[in-house]
């Protein structure tokens, strides 16, 4: 797994049972519980809606998801769900690591 893949993944494992939303690269955007990441970044949410349920009904029925971390064009959280500290000392490592 390459650096900057796992620093991700394991930022995204910080967010566990946090509310995020996931917008696809078919302009899908999904907001729901993060319950589990893996090292692909594929996303687990539970309790999903989208955002526009008019150009999506199939979704309405829908109450979790799987999505594979290939589709993924953009997460968003609330910013106070973001560890900055631990992300910086991460990227720090990452960075450290990198000119060895």
Do not use: W
């Amino acid at each position: 797994m390459l650096l900057a893949q796992q620093l991700m993944f394991s930022f995204f494992k910080t967010l566990t049972d946090q509310v995020i939303t996931v917008e696809l690269k078919n302009d899908l955007s999904i907001t729901g519980t993060l319950k589990s990441v893996d090292q692909f970044l594929n996303i687990r949410l539970d309790g999903i809606s989208v955002e526009d349920p008019e150009r999506h009904p199939h979704m309405l029925a829908v109450k979790n998801c799987f999505i594979r971390g290939s589709v993924v064009r953009y997460v968003r959280m609330q910013a106070r769900n973001v560890d900055t500290t631990l992300l910086e000392d991460a990227t720090r490592r990452e960075a450290k690591e990198g000119k060895k």
